[in-house]
C-alpha cells in the first residue's frame, strides 16, 4: 500500500464507483480512506458469467477497489456492518457451464486466451446476441472461455422481490438491450451475460434474497478476486498464468473475501482479517437469491448498490472471517435462547446443583478449503482458536448448539453455534454479539 494515502484526511463517507481488473493487488492504491466507524457507498457490477465472458478481467468477478480504513493495522480485523444491500438490475442470465477445449491457459477464470491469435487476455467486443457473439478484437473469433450448458435469462418485479424467467423470444428482445437491463455500472469493462439469452427453463418464480458473493479485505500479495477462497485458490497452485502460487502462499495470503454465503445480507455483520495496512474493504458478486451451496455453480448475478459501516477490531485472532448472522438466518439450534426456556434452565440447574449456566451468543465461524470435508476442518480449527478451546469441543457445541451449514460447493462452509459470551469477549467480538442479538 502506497505511504501516501495515509497522510489524506480520512473521510466520513466514502462512494465507491471504480473496479478492479478482477485482480486484488495490495501494491495498487486504494480508495479512501474512510476513517474507523465511517460509511461506504458503493455501486457493485455482477460477478461471474459477465467478467467470465470478458476475457481482458483476470478473474471470476469485478469487484470494487479496495477502501483503505484509517487505523486498520496488520493482525487488526475489521467490522463490517452491511446497512443495505439494493437490486439494480432489471434482469439477469445465468446457469450451469462448460469451459471449451483452448480458450485458456490453465484457468478459464483467470487467463482466458484466443485459440485463433492466441492472445491471452484478449481485447474483445459484441457482435449480435448468443453464445459466440464475443469477438475478438484482433483476429474476430469467437471467444468463449466458458459456455452455459443448461440456462435461464430471469427478469424482476419493480420491487426486487420476486423473478421469472423467461421464455426464447423475450430473452432475446433484452439481449438487443443487454447493458440497460443488467443495469451495469458506468465504469464496469464487463460484456453482459444478457447477450447470450439462454432460456432452458421458462416460466419458474423465484424469489429474491439479495446478499453479497464477495465482501472482505485485501489478500496480501496480487491474487484473482475469485480466487481469494480456499477452494477457488486451490486451482492458482502450480497454476501455469503469471498468477501461479504454493500452496503455503495461498494459506499466508488469502482473507476469504469470496464466501458466496447467503446470510452476508442486509442487517449482518461481518469480521474481516487484516492481512495489509489500511484492510482494503472491497465489495462485488451482489446475488439476487442463491440456496445453500450453489449448486449450480453460479446464480443470479446483479448489480446494485452497498451501504456499508466500518470498523477496526485491534488484534483479531483469525486469519478469516466470522460472521454475525440475522437471527432468522440461524440454525434452530443455534437461535438465542427466550425467557421462557431461560426460566426452565433455571429450573433444571437449581433441582441438579448447577450453579451457573452459560451466557452464549450465536456465531458463525468461516471455513474454506479445496473440499467441503477440509473447509470443515478449517473452520472447526478456526472456531477452537477464536474460544481457546479444543476442536472437541467446538464439535460438541456445534452438534448440540449449532450446525455446519454450506455456503458454497466445493468448499466454503460456516460453523454456526452458540459460544461463550465471555469467550467472544475475551477477543473483543462480544459487543457484536450483544448488538445483533439484543443480548444483555
Known amino acids: 500500500m502506497p ?18 481488473n478482477s485482480l486484488l493487488d495490495p501494491n495498487e492504491p486504494m480508495l479512501g480512506p474512510v476513517e474507523n466507524g465511517g460509511t461506504i457507498i458503493a455501486n457493485t457490477a455482477p460477478g461471474c458469467w459477465g467478467p467470465m465472458i470478458t476475457p481482458r478481467l483476470r478473474g471470476g468477478h469485478e469487484v470494487t477497489k479496495p477502501i483503505y480504513v484509517e487505523g486498520a493495522e496488520v493482525g487488526d480485523g475489521v467490522a463490517i456492518r452491511i446497512r443495505d444491500i439494493t437490486v439494480t438490475s432489471i434482469a439477469t442470465a445465468s446457469g450451469h457451464d462448460s469451459s471449451p477445449e483452448g480458450f485458456c491457459l490453465g484457468d478459464p477464470y483467470v487467463a482466458a486466451r484466443c485459440p485463433v491469435c492466441d492472445t491471452v487476455w484478449p481485447e474483445t467486443h ?10 475478438c478484437d ?46 451495469l455500472p458506468d465504469n464496469s469493462r464487463q460484456h453482459s451475460i444478457l447477450t447470450f439469452a439462454p432460456s432452458d427453463m421458462p416460466g419458474t418464480l423465484v424469489r429474491m434474497r439479495p446478499f453479497m458473493g464477495q465482501l472482505g479485505t485485501c489478500p496480501s500479495m496480487p491474487m484473482p478476486d475469485s480466487h481469494n477462497a480456499g477452494d477457488f485458490g486451490a486451482f492458482l497452485v502450480g497454476a501455469p498464468h503469471e498468477y501461479g502460487i504454493t500452496l503455503e502462499q495461498l494459506l499466508e495470503h488469502k482473507t476469504d473475501g469470496h464466501m458466496d454465503i447467503d446470510a452476508v445480507r442486509a442487517g449482518a455483520i461481518l469480521v474481516a482479517p487484516v492481512k495489509v495496512k489500511g484492510a482494503g474493504v472491497y465489495m462485488g458478486d ?3 437469491g442463491q440456496g445453500d451451496g450453489e449448486i449450480a455453480g453460479h446464480t443470479m448475478d446483479v448489480s446494485g ?21 440475522l437471527e432468522e438466518d440461524l440454525p434452530p439450534l443455534a437461535k438465542p435462547f427466550t425467557k421462557a426456556e431461560k426460566a426452565k434452565g433455571q429450573r433444571l440447574a437449581a433441582k441438579w446443583g448447577v450453579s451457573e449456566i452459560e451466557q452464549l451468543a450465536p456465531i458463525s465461524v468461516i471455513g474454506t478449503a479445496a473440499n467441503l470435508n477440509d473447509a470443515i476442518d478449517n473452520g472447526l480449527e478456526r472456531a477452537a482458536k477464536l474460544l481457546d478451546v479444543t476442536v472437541a469441543e467446538i464439535r460438541n ?4 448448539n449449532g450446525g455446519i451449514e454450506i455456503g458454497r460447493a466445493p468448499g466454503v ?10 469467550k467472544l469477549d475475551a477477543v473483543g467480538l462480544g459487543d457484536y454479539a450483544r448488538e445483533q442479538y439484543g443480548l444483555s
Do not use: W
Not at 126 to 135: L, M, R
Not at 305 to 325: A, C, H, I
Open 126 to 135: 459484441v457482435e449480435g446476441i448468443g453464445q459466440d457473439a464475443v469477438k
Open 397 to 400: 457445541r456445534a452438534t448440540v
Open 413 to 422: 462452509i460456516q460453523v454456526t453455534f452458540l459460544a461463550p459470551l465471555s
Open 305 to 325: 448498490s452497498v451501504t456499508l459501516q466500518v470498523e477496526v477490531v485491534k488484534n483479531y485472532p483469525l486469519d478469516g472471517p466470522v460472521l454475525f448472522p
Open 138 to 183: 484482433s483476429c474476430g473469433n469467437a471467444v468463449k472461455p466458458f459456455e452455459i450448458v443448461h440456462g435461464y435469462t430471469v427478469t424482476f418485479d419493480e420491487t426486487r422481490t420476486v423473478g421469472l424467467t423467461l421464455p426464447k423470444e423475450a430473452a432475446e428482445s433484452i439481449a438487443l438491450q443487454a447493458d440497460h437491463y443488467s443495469a
Open 3 to 20: 505511504d501516501g494515502i495515509s497522510v489524506k484526511t480520512a473521510q466520513r463517507s466514502v462512494v465507491v464507483q471504480e473496479f478492479t
Open 286 to 288: 451482489m446475488h439476487a
